[in-house]
């Protein structure tokens, strides 16, 4: 086709489009003012939308013409480390003011240890251990204390997520624990998260990260049941 016939066709259509426009305009005015549905309400060629949910009316940027960390959208919506960390310190307290930890249902001061035996059957090793018996559930990553009345005081998690977790992330998000001991190589940072339990974190010197993490309930461990 000739490009010079073409182009007139095309300048032909648009001087008969504005015609027709103008007269729209005459018969009703409100209709001037309708703004172009494609331009601002159709989403994008690639079917991306606006960060704020709505569709937007500026083209996408393909990722080739995007500089590198400058596409906000994804990079500013994802938490940095420190984030969530600090996210997962936050529900771990949430859980120990009820006495609990992560993925289990019994919780310190409430469950009778040998309810628990008789739902998830006989721990793979029991010990004595300070003022109780610790049962470890090494499938689950649970360990329970409890006192010669069967009481739970102490629950422990083993969950790998809380190997990636730092003291400086705890006191980031904690401040400085209440109380600070050791036992052997261990560092043990304790919270009083409300009058009835403490939440410990338990630090590897080989790791330097959570080994696990105890909810206690100091008044279950004096063992009031014993003979």
């Not at 470890?136 to 990636?164: C, Q, T, W």
Request: glycine content about 8%; some cysteine; hydrophobic content about 35%.
């Amino acid at each position: 086709m000739n490009p010079s016939k073409n182009f007139k066709k095309f300048a032909a259509g648009i001087t008969f489009s504005v015609a027709l426009a103008l007269s729209a305009c005459s018969n009703n005015g409100a209709n001037g003012d309708r703004l172009d549905p494609i331009a601002t309400n159709a989403p994008s060629t690639d079917g991306q939308t606006s960060p704020d949910g709505l569709t937007s009316p500026v083209p996408s940027i393909e990722p080739s013409e995007t500089p590198n960390g400058a596409n906000g959208r994804d990079e500013g919506d994802k938490p940095s480390d420190d984030e969530a960390a600090a996210v997962t310190v936050g529900s771990l307290v949430q859980l120990a003011k009820e006495g609990k930890v992560p993925d289990c249902e019994y919780a310190a001061h409430k469950a009778l240890f040998d309810e628990i035996e008789k739902k998830w059957g006989e721990a793979d090793s029991q010990i004595s251990a300070g003022k109780g018996i610790y049962a470890e559930y090494k499938d689950k990553g649970i360990a329970f204390g409890y006192n010669k009345g069967m009481l739970v005081f102490d629950v422990r998690s083993y969950a790998p997520e809380l190997h990636a977790i730092t003291l400086k992330d705890i006191e980031k998000a904690l401040g400085k624990a209440d109380e600070e001991t050791k036992n052997n190589s261990d560092d043990i940072y304790t919270y009083e998260v409300n009058d009835q339990f403490r939440l410990k974190f338990v630090i590897a010197e080989t790791s330097g990260t959570v080994d696990h993490i105890s909810v206690f309930s100091p008044q279950d461990a004096k063992n009031n049941m014993a003979g």
